[in-house]
């Protein structure tokens, strides 16, 4: 039963872990960009429409990480290129995204595709225990881990990497040493973008293989606060995806077994600890500084 | 790049007027080709849309009655937003203040309570609402802790809490255990302007609020802290105004804001509390406070607008057959369009003929 | 100035070719249509929807319908039905309890329209009811449950504790107590009538838990389609599912609301609309049982018998004496079974189901 609900677990974690590692680099970058969900939902219903027509799970995953592209190149514009607020324009894309793709995903309705495949090794994959856990999952949940560690190699071993996070500490230096912060910032939202539309295509292409208007259900919310959560780190960004795709998954559990907690208390449960956790580690970030990159956030405007 | 943005000398003046108004221009122009897209008449669209529930009666009513909760939590959040602390959570103040409120109507409901239930009520949602946003406010303040993400987590724990007991210790004993509580008695509900339409007395208490905002922005100590604080915030320092007080002040008044909202929306158009009380309004109200610019009357004309298109959009599922999904994208866009125009005021667009490399360019 | 006159004639022309349009088109009767959820939810709205059209087939040429999709059970649903009821709609059908005092409320301002609300218990003169009589079908899914489960344990993923959801879990359990008397369910409340991907949760949760038989009382085929793919079988919901578990669906009770909606309407073409309480069941074809699928033969037989002895009348799938799930026999209304107020009321589990029902 341990193998079955890791499963379950891995499944329920996968979207949140890819649209969090996204968001944690345009973040290190300096950027908030509030508009996961619209780009996350946007990422669902063109992956689904994409699969759909083409008969591809592959086209699917393309058409939904390229929307997620193209809706932060709209946020990328007005942040980035017309100086705007970017709390407002990340509520603005949210919105835009949701009444977005429920106009192109309404014909795709009722409609079914063939799930993403599972990967199946001959002897590995039916090991006991583990077996299926580490080589019987889908491209999904391979990449998710992929492009944690690659996030992690670039922020921490690569030059650009740490010009990245120079840009987010503080550009003004920066732009004084001669960076070009808004298109290093570009880039990274973009990226964001890319792996917000890849989380979405997830969701109907190996979670639940139909699509349904507002299918992310507010996932896109709580992988911005897993990336506070993880306190802008790759490694405890995995760990609290994980966390927060068990709370979801026990929670159900408990209540199969019976236990008589009511349901609402244990589905608040994930918002819960996140504040929680918000607040202990907002705590220590005192000797060290903000744990946050101190140019979040803020307007950028080159001077000349 | 041959197109820079470049900081102006001085705020253009005719922008800061034109803005709004290029704002929603662009934005008809843009649903005029949406339309045209998804194979209906722009003209007949648009006017669906705009002008249509304007023409009579009822529809302005119930612009009015959509407006309302808009305006009033739009207020509240535009005094956290022009001093840059960023209260996201409105929906759930809005649904705590519902819920304070409730308790009360609940508790008397059936006896024979006198006239004071319905203003206690109102300020049970208030203070409901206050309480529950200074529980972002305290973590930032205490802790460090980003009110977004506090604030919009918040909204998910309120919604459940709300939930479980109208599913459990409120429901009606003669509702055929369907989770809504008993129908609020006659004192316990908000009166009714007009015979027969649904506008209450909530617009009233809107327009107190943004009076009451517009003389505490304009003309008091605190008013003035708050804007200092949003334009320049070392020199608000200086001055020797405290900021964690004024995160305190600002999401108590918002949240109250919220939560009196909540309470009326309950106690008037709905009558009873039930699990779906809000279409969203808190986070609507986040628009409603960028369109109307921060400012108490810019919000009464935003929130009155919006509402029209929500109205319109109602209509031209009916009329038209346009679904509603679209009355999102078109205020997702409106949205863009405001705040590029409203950067326009600050900045402008430049071309640049000869582009000088900066000395060590390396990346 | 010249180009804004001939924008400003057009725009005149276009309103007005619309409005003269559309009071043309008047003589046809306007039905209007209001869905909790959208029509793509393949459960709920979609069958009304089915209904809907299969209505406007029938009566083609006579009836004009429109309906409105994703409306919430707050104050906008005033809102929404009234604007049906402004723009000619001389029939409007609400889909959802959550909409049954709004619907009063407009019925109260527009005494000439008629109203059909859907599983509520208030009338009015212009405002009937009606429901369907699912509880038959789950007493036959019940008994196919104890049959086809190695297990001896069900599951069941359901929404809110309202009385017609716990009057269906107590049909399932009676109907599968009837075959085997140790069967047991596990229940789990999703708080939501149409939440994919936590309903493909919850049928994970379930199946790890030891349950090989699935069924629902929320609006998508996603727990169906978790079925299919670990290899057990479900019952699908308010539509026919097997698109979605070719191998895994047993059968699944559909609504058909085709029939009602044409004969109302045809009542209000005839002037003869009158407000009554409609509860339909397998005998007027309200609820239709999809194949049998997926089943031994024998099974499929009992399956038919028992559907025949409901449709007959010869079984009650509440037949009294009921023990409730605390020991004490329920007071029988109905003569020998519940009385519909007792069925549509039902706030208890019936003795076998170990749960408690949340909220209580």
């Known amino acids: 039963m341990f193998e079955a609900i890791m499963l379950s677990v891995i499944a329920a974690s996968t979207p949140l872990l890819l649209a969090a590692a996204g968001e944690l680099v345009a973040e290190r970058s300096g950027v908030l960009n509030l508009g996961l969900e619209g780009m996350m939902i946007m990422g669902a219903a063109c992956a689904f429409a994409g699969a759909y027509l083409a008969g591809s799970v592959v086209v699917g995953a393309l058409c939904g990480v390229l929307a997620g592209t193209a809706m932060a190149a709209i946020f990328a514009i007005f942040t980035l290129g017309l100086a705007v607020n970017q709390v407002a324009s990340g509520l603005a894309l949210t919105i835009l995204g949701t009444g977005l793709s429920g106009l192109i995903g309404a014909g795709f309705v009722g409609q079914r595709i063939t799930p993403a495949p599972q990967l199946h090794l001959p002897v590995l994959t039916d090991l006991p225990l583990v077996g299926r856990i580490l080589f019987g999952q889908d491209a999904f949940v391979y990449l998710s881990v992929a492009l944690v560690i690659g996030i992690w190699l670039f922020l921490y071993r690569s030059r650009a990497g740490l010009v990245l996070r120079a840009v987010g500490d503080n550009h003004t230096s920066a732009h004084a040493l001669g960076y070009p912060v808004l298109k290093i910032r570009a880039l990274a939202v973009l990226f964001g973008g890319g792996c917000a539309g890849l989380a979405g295509a997830f969701l109907p292409l190996a979670y639940t293989p139909f699509f349904i208007p507002g299918m992310t259900a507010g996932r896109g919310w709580i992988a911005l606060a897993l990336v506070v959560f993880a306190s802008w780190r790759p490694g405890r960004l995995v760990a609290g995806a994980y966390l927060f795709g068990a709370v979801s998954i026990l929670q159900l559990h408990a209540q199969a077994l019976g236990l008589g907690i009511p349901s609402q208390l244990m589905s608040s449960l994930p918002y819960l600890a996140t504040v929680i956790v918000l607040v202990l580690i907002s705590r220590t970030r005192g000797i060290a500084g903000s744990a946050a990159p101190a140019s979040l956030g803020v307007v950028f405007v080159p001077d000349r | 790049m041959p197109l820079v943005l470049e900081r102006r000398s001085e705020r253009s003046a005719t922008i800061a007027i034109a803005s709004p108004l290029i704002a929603v221009a662009l934005t008809l122009v843009t649903m005029a080709v949406l339309f045209a897209i998804l194979g209906k008449n722009p003209v007949e669209a648009l006017d669906v849309y705009f002008l249509e529930p304007l023409t009579d009666p009822y529809s302005l009513g119930e612009i009015a009655v959509k407006a309302t909760p808009l305006v009033m939590i739009a207020v509240g959040l535009s005094l956290c937003y022009i001093a840059n602390i960023w209260n996201i959570g409105a929906e759930g103040q809005f649904i705590v203040g519902a819920v304070a409120g409730s308790w009360l109507a609940v508790r008397t409901n059936g006896t024979d309570v006198g006239h004071w239930v319905l203003p206690a009520m109102l300020l049970l949602g208030a203070l409901g609402g206050a309480l529950y946003a200074l529980i972002p406010a305290i973590c930032k303040v205490r802790f460090g802790a980003s009110e977004i993400l506090t604030s919009l987590m918040l909204v998910y724990v309120a919604n459940f809490g709300m939930d479980y007991l109208v599913r459990g210790p409120w429901r009606d004993p003669h509702g055929m255990n369907f989770p809504t509580t008993a129908e609020f008695d006659p004192v316990a509900t908000v009166p009714t302007l007009i015979e027969g339409g649904r506008l209450h007395a909530g617009a009233i208490i809107a327009l107190l609020v943004v009076m009451a905002a517009t003389v505490l922005l304009g003309r008091t100590i605190m008013g003035f802290e708050i804007r200092l604080v949003g334009a320049a915030p070392k020199a608000a320092r200086f001055s020797g105004f405290n900021a964690d007080k004024l995160t305190l002040f600002t999401f108590a008044v918002s949240g109250a804001l919220a939560g009196l909202a909540g309470i009326i929306e309950v106690a008037g158009p709905v009558g009873h509390l039930q699990p779906d009380i809000s279409p969203g309004y808190g986070f609507t109200a986040i628009i409603v406070a960028f369109l109307g610019r921060l400012n108490p009357v810019g919000i009464l004309i935003a929130g009155l607008f919006l509402a029209l298109t929500f109205i319109g959009g109602e209509n031209a599922e009916i009329a038209i057959k346009v679904p509603l999904d679209l009355t999102k994208v078109f205020q997702g866009i409106l949205l863009f369009y405001v705040l590029a125009c409203d950067s326009m005021i600050i900045y402008r667009i430049r071309f640049i003929r000869t582009l000088r490399k900066p000395a060590h360019a390396n990346v | ?360």
């Open chain 3, 1 to 360: 100035m010249k180009k804004w006159n001939i924008i400003a004639m057009a725009a005149v022309l276009a309103i007005a070719t619309a409005t003269f349009g559309a009071s043309y088109a008047a003589e046809k009767l306007k039905i209007g249509f209001i869905y909790t959820g959208p029509i793509g939810d393949l459960g709920w709205s979609y069958q009304h929807d089915v209904g809907r059209k299969a209505m406007e087939k029938a009566l083609a040429g006579k009836v004009e319908t429109t309906y409105l999709e994703n409306v919430p059970e707050g104050p906008d649903a005033e809102r929404s039905i009234e604007q049906l009821a402004r723009t000619g709609h001389k029939l409007i059908f609400t889909t959802s309890f959550g909409f049954m005092d709004p619907t009063l409320k407009v019925a109260n301002k527009y005494p000439n329209v008629f109203f059909e609300h859907a599983t509520g218990f208030k009338r009015a003169k212009n405002v009937a009811t009606y429901a369907a009589r699912f509880y038959e079908g789950r007493y036959i899914q019940g008994q196919i449950a104890a049959k086809i489960s190695k297990t001896g344990v069900f599951g069941y993923i359901v929404s809110f504790p309202i009385p017609e959801v716990i009057s269906n879990i107590n049909a399932t359990m009676l109907g599968a107590q009837s075959v085997n008397p140790n069967m047991k369910v596990k229940i789990i409340w999703v708080n939501s009538w149409f939440d994919p991907g936590k309903e493909a949760d919850a049928a994970k949760a379930l199946i790890d838990q030891g349950v090989d038989v699935l069924t629902q009382h929320t609006d998508s085929p996603a727990a169906m389609q978790i079925a299919e793919q670990r290899g057990i079988h479900a019952f699908g919901q308010s539509s026919n599912m097997i698109k979605f578990g070719p191998h895994a669906q047993l059968t699944a009770d559909t609504d058909y609301w085709g029939d009602y909606y044409t004969k109302r309407a045809q009542a209000v073409l005839d002037g003869k609309w009158t407000s009554e309480d409609t509860w339909g069941g397998l005998d007027s074809g309200m609820v239709v049982m999809a194949p049998y699928t997926n089943m031994p033969d024998d099974v499929k037989k009992m399956a038919m018998d028992t559907q025949a002895a409901i449709t007959s009348g010869a079984l009650h799938p509440f037949k009294c004496p009921i023990t409730d799930q605390d020991g004490k026999t329920v007071e029988c209304k109905g003569g020998d079974h519940l009385d519909p107020g007792q069925i549509l009321s039902m706030n208890f589990y019936v003795k076998g189901i170990d749960d408690k029902i949340p909220g209580k």
